[in-house]
């Protein structure tokens, strides 16, 4: 099976940028298991600019704010130290990282889309490698910007064919009212053929870009080329496992029938 997981920011972040190692150290486990039944698994990694501040605070005592050019220092501060915590919890597993850093450019052309391609396909091809994407947000300018990384990683799954794509976030699915409201209720399953898709908050986490408005709005896309979406917290045990068992967590949207594999 070809899987997609992208991990939002504030799921495996503190408020002040910290890795939350245990979470991170889980989810690594998590994806090795995956890798072990032979699934072909891509991670598509959120928190390179909320890392940056945590370093840019801790060892230059400074503040930054969120122009362009501040996250694209800050993001060319904390893009390393992101994939270095991934690379150190994989390598007790003898499995590999590979860094790919993308903009919206690279997917403007088929040469360059053939080219991101091309390298997934190699890289998965060798079982104790695990690619780990990422946006460029160190070069990227403000017109060639995804409109967060749940936008990247559809595109990724498309690319793939993916059987796949798995949100986690920090929260447990879609809501349909504010997922703080003692009244709401989280909507187990979306059906791809639905009329009214949820109306959700267009909020977002104070690190991220994204929120649940670009989660479903990404899952909808893929849905239309026969991929299913599980948007989940990255908290519940066992969590990728889980899905790919069948069972109900978060909200899952599914895939419209494909004609052919």
Avoid: C
């Avoid at 598509?44 to 122009?67: C, I, N, Q």
């Avoid at 996250?71 to 790919?100: D, E, M």
């Avoid at 929260?171 to 949820?198: N, R």
């Amino acid at each position: 099976m070809k899987i997609v997981v992208k991990v939002g920011t504030q799921a495996i972040l503190a408020p002040d940028g910290n890795i939350l190692e245990a979470i991170m150290k889980t989810l690594v486990e998590q994806l090795v298991e995956l890798k072990a039944l032979d699934h072909q698994v891509v991670l598509v990694t959120s928190g390179a600019v909320a890392s940056g501040r945590y370093v840019a605070r801790e060892m230059l005592h400074k503040e930054f704010g969120d122009s362009v050019g501040e996250r694209q220092l800050l993001a060319s501060l904390g893009q390393h130290v992101l994939l270095n915590a991934y690379a150190n919890w994989f390598k007790p597993f003898g499995i590999a990282t590979s860094q790919i850093l993308l903009t919206r450019q690279d997917f403007l052309t088929p040469e360059h889309t053939s080219n991101i391609d091309r390298l997934i396909r190699g890289l998965l091809a060798t079982d104790r490698v695990i690619p780990i994407i990422n946006e460029n947000d160190s070069v990227a300018i403000e017109e060639l910007m995804f409109t967060d990384n749940d936008e990247l990683a559809g595109l990724i799954a498309a690319q793939m064919n993916s059987d796949k794509l798995i949100i986690l976030s920090s929260i447990a699915g879609v809501f349909d009212g504010p997922p703080d409201a003692p009244s709401s209720k989280l909507i187990p399953v979306l059906e791809p053929d639905m009329t009214h898709w949820p109306v959700v908050s267009a909020s977002k986490t104070p690190q991220g870009r994204g929120g649940m408005l670009s989660k479903l709005d990404t899952s909808r896309k893929v849905s239309s080329l026969g991929i299913t979406t599980h948007i989940a917290s990255v908290r519940e045990p066992s969590i990728l496992a889980r899905l790919l068992k069948g069972e109900l967590i978060g909200t899952t949207i599914k895939g419209k029938p494909r004609a052919t594999r």
